[in-house]
Protein backbone atom coordinates (compact mmCIF):
# COMPACT_ATOMS: atom_id res chain seq x y z
CA UNK A 1 0.00 0.00 0.00
CA UNK A 2 1.36 3.42 -0.95
CA UNK A 3 -1.14 5.66 0.57
CA UNK A 4 0.05 9.43 0.56
CA UNK A 5 0.33 11.21 3.98
CA UNK A 6 0.74 15.16 4.49
CA UNK A 7 3.40 13.86 7.57
CA UNK A 8 5.18 10.69 8.99
CA UNK A 9 6.37 10.33 12.36
CA UNK A 10 8.97 7.09 13.02
CA UNK A 11 9.94 6.49 16.70
CA UNK A 12 9.44 3.98 19.93
CA UNK A 13 6.37 4.49 22.20
CA UNK A 14 7.97 5.27 25.83
CA UNK A 15 6.37 4.62 28.80
CA UNK A 16 7.46 7.24 30.60
CA UNK A 17 7.96 7.15 34.67
CA UNK A 18 8.68 11.14 35.25
CA UNK A 19 9.92 11.99 38.80
CA UNK A 20 9.96 15.28 40.39
CA UNK A 21 9.06 17.66 43.45
CA UNK A 22 5.62 17.05 42.33
CA UNK A 23 5.56 13.31 42.23
CA UNK A 24 5.62 10.18 39.92
CA UNK A 25 3.84 10.01 37.33
CA UNK A 26 3.39 7.86 34.37
CA UNK A 27 2.73 9.23 30.91
CA UNK A 28 2.51 8.09 27.37
CA UNK A 29 5.30 9.24 25.19
CA UNK A 30 7.61 9.16 22.09
CA UNK A 31 8.35 11.24 19.50
CA UNK A 32 5.92 9.69 16.90
CA UNK A 33 3.03 10.32 19.71
CA UNK A 34 4.17 14.05 20.66
CA UNK A 35 4.64 15.25 17.00
CA UNK A 36 1.74 13.42 15.46
CA UNK A 37 -0.71 14.85 17.75
CA UNK A 38 0.55 18.70 16.91
CA UNK A 39 0.14 17.44 13.43
CA UNK A 40 -3.37 16.36 13.18
CA UNK A 41 -4.69 18.87 14.95
CA UNK A 42 -3.07 21.27 12.79
CA UNK A 43 -5.32 19.83 10.10
CA UNK A 44 -2.86 16.95 8.07
CA UNK A 45 -3.05 13.69 7.05
CA UNK A 46 -1.13 11.86 9.48
CA UNK A 47 1.09 8.15 9.85
CA UNK A 48 2.49 7.19 13.03
CA UNK A 49 4.98 4.14 13.10
CA UNK A 50 5.95 2.84 15.70
CA UNK A 51 6.95 -0.06 17.74
CA UNK A 52 5.29 -1.11 21.30
CA UNK A 53 4.30 -3.99 23.20
CA UNK A 54 0.49 -5.23 23.04
CA UNK A 55 -0.24 -4.22 26.47
CA UNK A 56 0.40 -0.48 25.52
CA UNK A 57 -2.30 -0.79 22.93
CA UNK A 58 -3.90 2.23 24.49
CA UNK A 59 -1.83 4.33 22.76
CA UNK A 60 -2.29 3.12 19.47
CA UNK A 61 -5.94 3.60 20.16
CA UNK A 62 -6.06 6.87 21.39
CA UNK A 63 -3.94 8.01 18.04
CA UNK A 64 -6.49 6.27 15.96
CA UNK A 65 -9.15 7.87 17.38
CA UNK A 66 -7.89 11.70 16.59
CA UNK A 67 -7.96 10.87 13.34
CA UNK A 68 -3.92 9.58 13.06
CA UNK A 69 -3.57 6.26 10.77
CA UNK A 70 -0.70 4.06 12.92
CA UNK A 71 1.58 1.65 11.52
CA UNK A 72 2.57 -0.53 14.84
CA UNK A 73 4.76 -3.52 14.76
CA UNK A 74 3.98 -5.10 18.29
CA UNK A 75 7.04 -6.36 20.20
CA UNK A 76 7.48 -8.07 23.70
CA UNK A 77 8.76 -5.13 25.63
CA UNK A 78 7.70 -1.40 25.00
CA UNK A 79 10.59 1.03 25.22
CA UNK A 80 10.21 1.90 29.06
CA UNK A 81 12.03 5.39 30.13
CA UNK A 82 12.32 6.65 33.84
CA UNK A 83 13.36 10.28 33.77
CA UNK A 84 14.18 12.43 37.07
CA UNK A 85 14.13 15.91 37.69
CA UNK A 86 16.47 16.62 40.92
CA UNK A 87 15.84 20.26 40.67
CA UNK A 88 13.17 22.86 39.89
CA UNK A 89 15.15 23.38 36.69
CA UNK A 90 13.69 21.49 33.62
CA UNK A 91 16.53 20.62 32.04
CA UNK A 92 18.53 18.59 34.78
CA UNK A 93 17.41 15.49 34.58
CA UNK A 94 18.51 11.89 34.92
CA UNK A 95 17.18 8.98 32.80
CA UNK A 96 17.22 5.29 32.69
CA UNK A 97 16.10 2.59 30.28
CA UNK A 98 14.90 -1.07 31.90
CA UNK A 99 13.22 -2.56 28.17
CA UNK A 100 13.51 -1.54 24.78
CA UNK A 101 11.28 -2.46 21.64
CA UNK A 102 13.96 -2.99 19.28
CA UNK A 103 15.51 -1.78 15.86
CA UNK A 104 12.88 -0.56 12.62
CA UNK A 105 14.08 -1.90 9.51
CA UNK A 106 13.41 -0.73 6.13
CA UNK A 107 10.03 -3.05 5.57
CA UNK A 108 8.51 -0.85 8.36
CA UNK A 109 8.25 2.41 6.03
CA UNK A 110 8.89 0.95 2.59
CA UNK A 111 5.29 1.07 1.65
CA UNK A 112 4.48 4.56 3.24
CA UNK A 113 4.43 7.57 1.21
CA UNK A 114 4.38 11.38 2.63
CA UNK A 115 5.62 15.06 2.19
CA UNK A 116 7.84 14.23 4.96
CA UNK A 117 8.96 11.79 7.75
CA UNK A 118 9.95 13.12 10.85
CA UNK A 119 12.36 10.33 12.93
CA UNK A 120 12.79 10.50 16.40
CA UNK A 121 15.03 7.41 17.78
CA UNK A 122 15.12 7.89 21.39
CA UNK A 123 18.55 5.51 21.83
CA UNK A 124 21.21 4.42 19.33
CA UNK A 125 20.48 1.57 17.56
CA UNK A 126 17.02 2.13 16.95
CA UNK A 127 16.87 3.79 13.41
CA UNK A 128 19.74 2.45 11.40
CA UNK A 129 21.31 3.73 8.06
CA UNK A 130 19.45 1.09 6.09
CA UNK A 131 16.34 3.03 7.21
CA UNK A 132 17.53 6.22 6.07
CA UNK A 133 18.18 4.99 2.46
CA UNK A 134 14.89 3.49 1.92
CA UNK A 135 13.46 6.81 3.14
CA UNK A 136 16.23 8.45 0.50
CA UNK A 137 14.76 6.58 -2.33
CA UNK A 138 11.10 8.34 -1.82
CA UNK A 139 10.33 12.03 -2.78
CA UNK A 140 10.33 13.37 0.59
CA UNK A 141 11.90 15.67 2.95
CA UNK A 142 13.60 13.89 6.03
CA UNK A 143 13.42 15.21 9.48
CA UNK A 144 15.79 13.29 12.22
CA UNK A 145 16.56 13.84 16.02
CA UNK A 146 20.02 13.60 16.68
CA UNK A 147 19.24 12.01 20.36
CA UNK A 148 18.98 8.80 18.49
CA UNK A 149 22.53 8.90 17.29
CA UNK A 150 24.49 10.27 20.36
CA UNK A 151 22.06 8.71 23.20
CA UNK A 152 22.81 5.17 24.35
CA UNK A 153 21.85 2.26 27.36
CA UNK A 154 25.15 2.08 29.30
CA UNK A 155 24.05 -0.47 31.97
CA UNK A 156 20.60 0.79 32.35
CA UNK A 157 21.16 4.21 32.03
CA UNK A 158 21.03 6.87 29.24
CA UNK A 159 24.51 8.07 28.41
CA UNK A 160 25.42 10.08 25.61
CA UNK A 161 28.26 9.20 23.86
CA UNK A 162 30.58 9.89 21.01
CA UNK A 163 28.77 9.98 17.47
CA UNK A 164 31.54 7.82 14.68
CA UNK A 165 32.36 10.00 12.49
CA UNK A 166 32.09 7.74 10.01
CA UNK A 167 28.37 7.26 10.65
CA UNK A 168 27.34 10.79 11.50
CA UNK A 169 28.61 11.48 7.66
CA UNK A 170 26.53 9.42 6.39
CA UNK A 171 23.64 10.53 8.29
CA UNK A 172 23.84 13.83 7.94
CA UNK A 173 24.35 13.19 4.48
CA UNK A 174 20.53 11.24 3.96
CA UNK A 175 18.73 13.92 5.94
CA UNK A 176 17.46 17.30 5.41
CA UNK A 177 16.39 18.90 8.51
CA UNK A 178 18.20 18.18 11.94
CA UNK A 179 16.98 18.23 15.19
CA UNK A 180 19.31 18.55 18.28
CA UNK A 181 19.17 20.78 21.52
CA UNK A 182 22.45 23.11 23.27
CA UNK A 183 23.68 20.05 24.36
CA UNK A 184 24.37 17.61 21.82
CA UNK A 185 25.18 20.55 19.82
CA UNK A 186 27.95 21.19 21.40
CA UNK A 187 29.28 17.62 22.02
CA UNK A 188 29.44 17.29 18.59
CA UNK A 189 30.77 20.29 16.75
CA UNK A 190 33.05 21.27 20.12
CA UNK A 191 31.19 25.00 19.18
CA UNK A 192 29.59 26.44 22.32
CA UNK A 193 28.14 29.14 20.35
CA UNK A 194 24.49 27.89 18.83
CA UNK A 195 24.72 29.65 15.53
CA UNK A 196 28.02 28.60 15.02
CA UNK A 197 26.93 25.22 15.71
CA UNK A 198 24.07 24.87 13.67
CA UNK A 199 26.41 26.07 10.86
CA UNK A 200 29.08 23.36 11.30
CA UNK A 201 26.01 20.60 11.26
CA UNK A 202 24.85 21.82 8.31
CA UNK A 203 27.77 22.03 6.95
CA UNK A 204 27.67 17.95 6.69
CA UNK A 205 24.53 18.19 4.74
CA UNK A 206 21.14 19.11 6.49
CA UNK A 207 19.38 22.41 4.80
CA UNK A 208 18.08 23.37 8.09
CA UNK A 209 18.85 22.76 11.87
CA UNK A 210 16.39 23.38 14.69
CA UNK A 211 18.60 23.69 18.05
CA UNK A 212 16.10 23.63 20.84
CA UNK A 213 17.86 25.26 24.22
CA UNK A 214 16.56 26.33 27.69
CA UNK A 215 14.89 29.41 26.45
CA UNK A 216 13.74 28.52 22.70
CA UNK A 217 14.01 27.17 19.63
CA UNK A 218 17.02 28.56 17.26
CA UNK A 219 16.66 27.72 13.55
CA UNK A 220 19.02 27.73 10.91
CA UNK A 221 18.47 28.07 7.03
CA UNK A 222 19.50 29.48 3.87
CA UNK A 223 22.52 30.97 6.20
CA UNK A 224 19.95 32.68 8.34
CA UNK A 225 18.84 32.13 12.10
CA UNK A 226 15.84 32.98 13.49
CA UNK A 227 15.16 32.10 17.13
CA UNK A 228 12.07 32.15 19.15
CA UNK A 229 11.44 31.62 22.82
CA UNK A 230 9.40 29.30 25.04
CA UNK A 231 6.55 31.49 27.00
CA UNK A 232 4.66 28.78 29.34
CA UNK A 233 2.42 30.58 31.52
CA UNK A 234 3.83 27.86 33.58
CA UNK A 235 6.33 24.30 33.43
CA UNK A 236 4.64 21.10 34.17
CA UNK A 237 5.43 19.01 31.02
CA UNK A 238 9.37 19.55 30.37
CA UNK A 239 9.38 15.71 28.77
CA UNK A 240 8.41 15.64 25.25
CA UNK A 241 9.77 19.62 25.02
CA UNK A 242 11.80 18.78 22.07
CA UNK A 243 10.03 16.13 20.00
CA UNK A 244 6.90 18.49 19.74
CA UNK A 245 9.19 21.14 18.69
CA UNK A 246 10.37 19.44 16.01
CA UNK A 247 6.71 18.28 14.84
CA UNK A 248 5.69 21.64 14.73
CA UNK A 249 8.49 22.87 12.93
CA UNK A 250 7.93 20.12 10.46
CA UNK A 251 3.80 20.50 10.34
CA UNK A 252 4.13 23.99 9.56
CA UNK A 253 7.11 24.39 7.37
CA UNK A 254 5.40 21.98 4.84
CA UNK A 255 3.31 25.08 3.91
CA UNK A 256 5.29 28.12 5.69
CA UNK A 257 8.78 29.99 5.95
CA UNK A 258 11.68 28.89 8.02
CA UNK A 259 10.85 31.77 10.00
CA UNK A 260 6.76 30.83 10.80
CA UNK A 261 7.34 27.51 11.22
CA UNK A 262 9.98 28.46 13.87
CA UNK A 263 7.72 31.11 15.85
CA UNK A 264 4.62 28.67 15.19
CA UNK A 265 6.61 25.41 17.00
CA UNK A 266 7.99 27.86 19.70
CA UNK A 267 3.92 28.74 20.60
CA UNK A 268 3.24 25.24 20.47
CA UNK A 269 5.94 23.55 22.44
CA UNK A 270 5.51 26.21 25.28
CA UNK A 271 1.47 25.45 25.39
CA UNK A 272 2.74 21.76 25.10
CA UNK A 273 4.79 22.36 28.46
CA UNK A 274 1.98 23.68 30.25
CA UNK A 275 0.49 19.96 30.63
CA UNK A 276 1.92 16.41 30.71
CA UNK A 277 1.70 14.48 27.84
CA UNK A 278 1.32 14.99 23.83
CA UNK A 279 -0.24 18.93 22.96
CA UNK A 280 -4.12 18.81 22.86
CA UNK A 281 -4.69 22.53 22.57
CA UNK A 282 -6.26 23.85 19.74
CA UNK A 283 -5.28 25.81 16.51
CA UNK A 284 -6.96 29.04 17.66
CA UNK A 285 -5.06 28.71 20.84
CA UNK A 286 -1.97 28.80 18.94
CA UNK A 287 -2.76 31.72 17.05
CA UNK A 288 -3.91 33.25 20.05
CA UNK A 289 -0.36 32.74 21.53
CA UNK A 290 1.59 34.19 18.22
CA UNK A 291 -0.67 37.19 18.70
CA UNK A 292 -0.08 37.91 22.62
CA UNK A 293 3.84 36.58 22.73
CA UNK A 294 5.39 36.92 19.63
CA UNK A 295 3.52 39.89 18.16
CA UNK A 296 7.35 41.83 18.08
CA UNK A 297 8.21 39.35 15.34
CA UNK A 298 6.08 41.12 12.93
CA UNK A 299 7.53 39.37 9.57
CA UNK A 300 5.06 36.35 11.14
CA UNK A 301 2.08 35.78 8.55
CA UNK A 302 -0.73 33.63 10.24
CA UNK A 303 -1.90 32.64 7.03
CA UNK A 304 -0.06 29.75 5.33
CA UNK A 305 2.20 30.75 2.28
CA UNK A 306 3.69 28.16 -0.15
CA UNK A 307 7.00 27.10 0.59
CA UNK A 308 8.92 24.55 -0.58
CA UNK A 309 11.87 22.94 0.79
Request: proline share 3%.
Given at each position: M??????????????D??V?????????????N????????A???????SR?????????????????????T????????????P??????????????????T?????????????????L????????????????????????????????G??????????????????????KT???EA???T???????????????GP??????????????A????YD???T?????G??????????????????????????W??????????????????????DE??????????S??I??TC???
Amino acid sequence: MNTPYDIAFVGHYTKDTIVSKRGTRLVHGGAFNYGSNVAVRAGLRVAAISRLAKEDQEVVESLKSSGIEVWVTYTEHSTCLRLEYPTENPDIRMMFVTSSAGAFTPDDVKDITAQAFVLGPSLHGEINLEVLEELRKKDTTIACDVQGYVRADVDGKVEYVAWDTEEMKAVLSRIDVLKTDAVEAEMITAEVDKKRAAQTLASYGPKEIVLTHKDGVLVYANTLCYDAKFTPKEMIGRSGRGDTCIGAYMTKRLSASAEEACIWAAAVTSLKMEAEGPFTRSMREVDEKIRKDYSELSSYVIMNTCCQF
